[in-house]
């Protein structure tokens, strides 16, 4: 009688292209695990004395495919991707921080950040934490001795206010303190904060780097590869690990990057110029000439690109919400940097921050974060243009 045991288990693990087929598209490598001859080669492979991989939450081939994309995006030395963009930020801080050391954040930043570092590292973990105004504030009379991270986002969020990165930068490594900068709202098509001097920049790869809302991720690019071992061996050890698919996939989205974001960020140029001189609402964007941060963004984004976030003041959360009903091709989406355009209140965005806390950062209720998509921006004029008639605004 046939047994195919051996045949199963053992048969279709090579591939053999040939010297002159080379893929157009990289294939995925779905392994968890890597065969060595000899026990000399995986010690080897171990020590990384020989290129290759062991096993798969060490890294993927199809992993470092997207890695390679995203360092020479930012101009890094090196980058990790993750399973989220929480666990990049968490992984980078968790990296440079232990209990009884001093981190000075921005006041507005992402609703889940703000928890992780003011309740989670602060509460759980003995760190302190200074919330700070980057705009306004005296950062340097914020520094201790025990200072090792300062936190912030290139385009905050939801207020869409832009940081002065290399004046940040430049104080903060004058008291021995790791810049971390979250540009998810930016991308490094429109702002390379390690060009500023920032160390660590960490993306929510979620939004707009994978923009086709079937991926969750993250991404940390590194300005100096001797900071890489600690925040690979916080990935590596607590296991927040991403598969070779969502890698995969997360390559594919990448190859179209500035395509999109040159669209995004024309079409919310158009919204906001509609919005604020057309309606005479309150409007934030660095795009337009009438924001505090449209010199500093000129200088500091690419091409004359401010992004593709927005945020539109309507004064109260019933407003927010009344927009929202009227809204047609425009849908309300607890997420954002999509093909399609969508909104988001600041209720949901900041969620992790008390009614008190979201006041105390100037971050109001009737302030609807809107992302704008890919369609036609005359169609998504039209539509803010009829529920805006429709609700009297």
Known sequence: MKKFGTELT?????????????????????????????????????????????????????????????????????????????????????????SGDHIIMSSVVFGTTYNLI???????????????????????????????????ESISN???????????????HRHGAKVIVDSTFATPIVCRPIDFGVDIVVYSATKFLNGHSDLICGAAVIK????????????????RNIGPFDAFLLTRSLRTLEVRMHVHCASAMKLALYLSEDRGLNVLYSGLESSPFHELAKRQFNEGMFGGMLNLDLGTYENVMNLARHLKLVKLVPSLGFFTTTISDTRTSHSSMSADERKKCGIGDGMLRISVGLENSDDIIQDFAQALNAIGQ
């Open 10 to 98: 053992h048969l279709g693990t090579r591939v053999d292209l040939g010297k002159q087929a080379i893929p157009k598209v990289a294939p995925i490598v779905m392994s968890g695990a890597f065969e060595f001859d000899t026990p000399e080669d995986l010690e080897a492979a171990n020590r990384d004395e020989i290129t290759g991989y062991s096993y798969g939450r060490d890294g993927s081939v199809t992993n470092d495919c997207a890695r390679d994309i995203l360092t020479a995006l930012d101009g890094g030395e090196v980058s990790e991707i993750f399973p989220s963009g929480m666990a990049a930020i968490s992984c980078a801080l968790m990296a440079f921080l232990k």
């Open 118 to 152: 003011v309740w989670q590292l602060s509460k759980r973990y003995g760190i302190e934490v200074d919330v700070v105004d980057m705009l306004a504030d005296d950062l340097e009379s914020h520094f201790k001795p025990n200072t090792k991270v300062v936190y912030l």
């Open 158 to 172: 939801p207020m869409v206010a832009v940081a002065d990165l290399e004046r940040i930068s430049k104080i903060a």
């Open 224 to 239: 100096d590869k001797a900071d890489f071992k600690d925040i690979a061996d916080q990935r590596r050890i607590f296991g």
